[in-house]
């Protein structure tokens, strides 16, 4: 009997890339089907993988759809020539992420079921709004209270036009958003 040769790394499927596959079905298969429709099953399926490897990764679907969004979302783009642009920036980056395929479908989904969910809501906002709020904190120099109304004015602006229309918010009306918003912020009457 010959000895089987081993090649250093465990058997099955190689560890690199699953995340990004399973990333890109989830994204995929929450844009073709919604939301609801997307469950576990039909994601690891549309990945080519076992539904107990994503489960072995992601306890839940929304622990799954929050490490996506921040994976589609990435760092905050925070170069520019000053405040008042660095929040228009921000604005354009979030509208366009949430305009991005699955993106904003993810988005609402995931934040539709943590309010009925707080070890969801304890994600969400550990995990995918604090890294965002503490970069802007940083970057503009407000307080806690004044970003989180930035981010809730802007981010709720944006999924609820999705959820009324089905269709990212227009450029016309980012522009008008951002308009609003930095007038808000810029003229010193908003909340401390």
């Keep these: 009997m010959t000895s089987a040769t081993t090649s250093g790394r465990p058997p099955g499927r190689p560890r690199i890339g699953v995340n990004a596959v399973v990333f890109a079905a989830t994204l995929s298969t929450v844009h073709d089907l919604g939301y609801a429709a997307a469950t576990v099953e039909r994601i690891a399926a549309a990945a080519g993988v076992a539904k107990t490897t994503v ?24 170069e520019s020539a ?12 979030i509208a366009a992420k949430i305009g991005e395929p699955g993106v ?11 309010v009925s969910d707080p070890a969801l809501r304890a994600i969400l906002a550990a995990r995918l709004q604090d890294p965002y709020r503490l970069a802007l904190q940083d970057a503009l120099g407000e307080p806690e209270s004044r970003v989180l109304f930035f ?13 009324m229309t089905g269709v990212p918010m227009a450029d016309a009306d980012i522009a008008a958003l951002a308009e609003m918003v930095l007038r808000h912020f810029t003229d010193g009457t908003g909340p401390v």
């Design 151 to 163: 981010i809730d004015v802007v981010v709720g602006t944006l999924l609820h036009r999705m959820g």
């Design 104 to 114: 904003g479908d993810a988005f609402a989904g995931v934040f539709s079921d943590a």
């Design 55 to 78: 489960y072995r990764r992601w306890p839940s679907k929304g622990e799954l759809i929050v490490d996506c969004l921040l994976d589609a979302f990435g760092p905050l783009p925070l």
């Design 82 to 93: 000053g405040r008042t642009e660095l929040m228009a920036s921000a604005i354009r980056w």
